[in-house]
């Protein structure tokens, strides 16, 4: 079948070609046309001066990166963008990430296996893939101006659109009734793949009864193991406490097990799988029960009873008596009024409720207790001999709809709560049914079959994949998708309780929302609906938010990249207009996190978790695996956000920290197109090594965003546009416009520590440049040759500002110099750096713990008196490495183009798919065993102080020296206070000063 454009006309591959051809011609002039079409330029500085910024981005088709490092990354990923599925087909690879939300939508899947791995058919996180994708593409589109990314975006966004319609269309109709043991029946799909449809019967149903029967046929079902995501255990288990019916009410004390119930369970527990009826008013320590002594057939229908006479209750399987009570007394009047009556589920607020995955037919209440032979009699007729249930009695041969009639007479009509009959909001998308999203509402925990993994993360990726579309893409139809959906998020969780929501979000993964909030506030920025921010102020973690907002660290154990995009989110809806708070809340919470949480490469975490604030040595041994991708990626994005409206420097070397390193390291040096080549984890454990590949996971997915829109941070303006800020130091173009400017950056940083800006263009203009915080060395800036009167303080901006003409040339340049970074817990476990750029040690692990896993280095005997770490330093033939201490150092972002992957379908999550790679040592421990000053060794011990920091720690932090006078007064000053403190003696200050003199020639420059 020949592809299919987005305009639903048929597309050969010629057809296909002869257009891409066609349009990559006109490519040149896309830069100029914008890509927010509902906001015109000065629209888009207003809304940025109301949303509280006083900086604000360029739109991504502004910027394009030139030749170096990060262009040769990116140009990889585009590959992957291109080609992924098939590089002939242009709709090959939209077609496996849409497949599964075409079986979702009961749609055509046109023979399209799903991507794998978390995308899986019956993946509990399938469609996030899908979403990262269309942002890839999207931003592809808008750096490249290549029209395969949008036809193939365009082509997604319409058929989501068709999902999005067929999955409404179906809701819309009324729930179906099947065939039955008597006429007709009602199916329960159940949980946790199912719909979990379930019955609401009137309140106080059964109030009052003192003796009675409660009768019904059942045909229990069990789910495919092929459906499930975790097929290993039996599917059968699933049935275990799935309820056939329950009467009660909730507890009074939120969300606690009910106290007040009557139910029967389908199995017991896989230990006594036979049904199970309970009554109680204390809990389950108070149940008085009946139990059965076989199991239900499956596929089968087989006819229950319970009945009380008098304190005896009996339990009838297929109209024989298969257990007695004669204790039982307990009856439903002793429940009190009943609030919550239903067949199929339990009693909610309670932890994950299992739903019945079966067909109920002819359900009676009867006021009285039915003798034996008018059980039985309920076998061969829908009423038997007792001509049917006097209290209710639900038969479910209605044609179809919301209502089970009741056939007593008593009007107890029941209501059908599933997803037909067009009870739920039409704007639902996704991948998988609404089960989750409920399934969350009731705190179903995360993990395995039984509970779920995180519904409104997924979402998130997919909305802000159709966002993607529309603002860099200007796809309308993503727009209207995206609004649908938040529509249906506002119904979702707008009547929810704040304490529901509080328990919803604080439940460990699957409570996970992403930046969903985000999402529905940059949709209300672009269709002010004042419903989206009430849904986004709805996902709140306020145990997280309450401390951040006291500014208090209650960090430790939370799963780092469940909250570090709630913070963003709280961010974007503060800039909607919502309140103060959530921008002091989310200032605080970075402060948190940067730097007492940071590793020498700009990542976090031990595993996926935030541990104990200034842990860093402490850590390093915790697991094999550190610092996940995806917190990186959202680190970035909150820190560029937070400088719109600070535009504090700290925010942006943060920012290069991040980038240079752990960032542009995590895609693999190395085509494909079967797939993105990303690290999931970057370990900081010595000795341990990155993997690469990661189709299908979380980290997969932001990997395919943050290796196409490098340029979005290289370049800000202030809100009036008068002024011009240069971030980052990347070879680049800036097309400006409305300013009457384009900018062209040619650098080879980070592999030297120079720049050149050209501007093209003429009219007045401030420029304000980035200073790197690891400058050592000076930072100088020329214009046209000559050299400018700044203070340039490492870690700030300077501004150089006049009335720029055609062809103007500013050349920074600020020398690269090494230097190391210490742990914030021992400063003798230390990381090398040269400029932005920081250097691993190649070696295999040489050890397991803090005593015995880190290679040792000596750095002092080399230092001259301008302290840089160069004389130790050997360059070798290749770009940025080096050896030292009998080692070669590599720049990290140098990253294992190893021998090529296996097969993707073979591949497995968490990043073990690939082959092995280059270990590495991040970090090292400085041994300095005496008092060296170049070649003269003092014979004294280089003792530590109480901060850990060594005698020559504290002399030599104060370099540069001027001159060998001032070196000697550091040194004098340094040994008279370790004097003073007892550490060192008369004879060992003399010593040292006296070495430190003698090696006045060793320290020249």
Not at 84 to 111: E, M, W
Not at 128 to 155: E, I, W
Request: glycine share 10%; with cysteine.
């Amino acid at each position: 079948m020949a592809p299919i454009d987005s305009s639903g006309n048929g597309c050969d591959r010629r057809t296909f070609l002869k257009t891409t051809g066609a349009m990559t011609a006109g490519v040149a002039v896309y830069p100029y046309l914008g890509c927010v079409p509902n906001r015109g330029l000065v629209g888009e500085a207003a809304a940025a001066a109301e949303a509280g910024w006083s900086v604000r981005p360029f739109r991504l088709n502004q910027v394009r990166l030139g030749e170096g490092l990060f262009r040769e990354k990116q140009d990889r990923m585009l590959g992957y963008a291109r080609n992924y599925g098939s590089a002939t087909d242009v709709y090959a690879g939209p077609d496996r990430l849409l497949s599964i939300f075409r079986a979702t939508a009961g749609l055509d899947t046109r023979g399209a296996q799903p991507v794998g791995s978390w995308e899986s058919a019956s993946g509990y996180l399938r469609g996030h893939y899908a979403g990262h994708f269309l942002s890839m593409l999207a931003q592809a589109y808008a750096g490249t101006g290549d029209p395969v990314y949008k036809q193939k975006l365009d082509y997604m966004v319409s058929a989501l659109g068709e999902c999005q319609a067929a999955l409404a269309a179906a809701a819309s109709q009324p729930t179906p009734r099947v065939t039955g043991r008597h006429g007709g029946a009602l199916r329960l799909t159940g949980s946790p793949v199912g719909h979990m449809e379930h019955v609401r019967l009137p309140e106080g149903i059964v109030s009052g009864l003192r003796d009675f029967t409660i009768a019904s046929w059942i045909r229990p079902s069990v789910n495919d193991p092929s459906e499930l995501p975790h097929a290993r255990p039996e599917p059968i288990a699933l049935t275990n406490y799935a309820a056939v019916f329950n009467f009660g009410r909730p507890n009074p004390e939120y969300a606690e097990p009910p106290l007040s119930q009557m139910f029967l369970t389908v199995r017991a527990s896989n230990e006594r799988p036979v049904p199970r009826f309970a009554i109680t008013t204390t809990g389950r320590a108070g149940e008085q029960a009946l139990e059965g002594t076989t199991p239900l057939a499956t596929d089968r229908w087989t006819h229950i009873a319970v009945t009380r006479s008098g304190n005896t209750g009996t339990l009838y399987v297929n109209g024989e008596p298969v257990a007695t009570n004669p204790e039982m007394t307990l009856s439903p009047a002793d429940l009190g009024f009943t609030s919550g009556n239903w067949l199929g589920r339990h009693q909610f607020p309670q932890r994950n409720i299992s739903y019945l995955n079966g067909s109920l037919d002819e359900f009676q209440i009867y006021s009285r207790a039915l003798t034996a032979d008018e059980v039985r009699s309920l076998l061969d007729s829908a009423g038997g001999s007792a001509g049917g249930g006097d209290v209710a009695w639900y038969r479910f041969d209605e044609d179809g709809g919301p209502t089970a009639v009741d056939s007593s007479g008593n009007g107890r009509d029941a209501t059908i709560i599933g997803p037909n009959d067009g009870a739920r909001h039409p704007g639902f998308l996704s991948a998988y049914p609404e089960t989750q999203f409920i399934r969350i509402e009731e705190f179903a925990p995360y993990g395995d079959n039984q509970g779920i993994w995180a519904p409104y993360y997924t979402l998130h990726k997919i909305m802000a994949g159709l966002l993607d579309a529309y603002v860099h893409a200007e796809n309308e139809q993503a727009l209207d998708i995206v609004a649908a959906i938040g529509d249906w998020v506002h119904t979702r969780v707008g009547p929810l309780p704040p304490e529901q929501l509080e328990r919803m979000w604080d439940i460990y993964i699957a409570g996970e929302y992403g930046g969903v909030n985000e999402s529905l506030a940059q949709l209300h920025s672009l269709r002010p609906e004042q419903r989206y921010l009430e849904a986004a102020d709805r996902f709140v973690n306020m145990n997280v938010y309450g401390p951040a907002l006291a500014d208090e660290d209650r960090l430790d154990g939370r799963h780092a990249n469940t909250h570090i995009p709630q913070f963003t989110g709280y961010l974007r809806a503060y800039e909607q207009g919502e309140r103060g708070e959530l921008y002091t809340a989310t200032r605080n919470f970075w402060n948190m996190v940067v730097p007492h949480r940071i590793y020498s490469h700009g990542g976090m975490g031990v595993g996926e978790i935030f541990r104990a604030r200034g842990v860093i040595a402490g850590l390093l041994f915790a697991e094999r695996n550190h610092a996940e991708t995806c917190c990186v990626y959202n680190m970035l994005k909150l820190s560029r956000n937070l400088f719109f409206h600070a535009a504090d420097p700290k925010y942006m070397n943060y920012y290069e920290l991040a980038l240079f390193n752990q960032m542009v390291s995590s895609r693999r040096d190395r085509d494909s197109d079967v797939s993105p080549e990303v690290t999931y984890f970057v370990p900081v454990r010595p000795g341990q090594r990155r993997s690469y590949g990661n189709t299908g996971t979380c980290c997969g997915g932001t990997g395919l965003e943050n290796h196409t829109k490098y340029q979005d941070s290289i370049y800000f303006r202030s809100v009036d546009d008068t002024t011009l800020y240069v971030n980052l130091y990347i070879a680049s173009t800036l097309q400006w416009p409305e300013k009457g400017f384009a900018i062209r950056q040619e650098t080879r940083y980070p592999e030297e520590g120079a720049s050149r800006l050209i501007v093209n263009g003429s009219g007045p203009l401030e420029i304000k440049l980035r200073v790197p915080e690891w400058v050592r060395k000076g930072y100088t800036v020329a214009i046209n040759g000559e050299v400018q009167t700044l203070e340039a303080v490492p870690g700030t901006y300077v501004t150089v500002s006049r009335r720029w003409q055609d062809g103007d040339r500013i050349d920074i340049d600020m020398p690269f110099s090494f230097r190391v970074e210490r742990a914030l817990d021992d400063p003798a476990m230390q990381s090398v750096y040269y400029g932005p750029t920081m250097l691993a040690v190649q070696e295999d692990p040489v050890g397991e713990d803090l005593e015995t896993g880190f290679i040792h280095v000596s750095f002092y005997r080399y230092l001259k008196l301008d302290g840089d770490l160069a004389p130790a330093m050997r360059p070798t033939d290749r770009p940025m490495y080096f050896t030292t201490n009998g080692l070669t150092l590599a720049p990290f972002y140098v990253a294992d183009p190893a021998p090529p992957m296996p097969d993707p379908a073979d591949a497995t999550m968490l990043g073990r798919q690939a082959p092995p790679t280059q270990p590495y040592h991040m970090y090292l421990r400085r041994r300095e065993p005496t008092v060296v000053f170049g070649s003269i060794d003092s014979g004294v011990e280089n003792t530590r102080g109480p901060d850990g920091l060594t005698l020559l720690d504290t002399i030599w932090d104060q370099a540069p020296f001027q001159g060998h006078s001032q070196f000697m007064a550091a040194v004098e000053q340094a040994t008279q206070q370790w004097e003073a403190r007892g550490v060192l003696t008369a004879d060992q200050t003399a010593a040292v000063v006296d070495a430190a003199r003698r090696a006045e020639a060793d320290l020249r420059v």
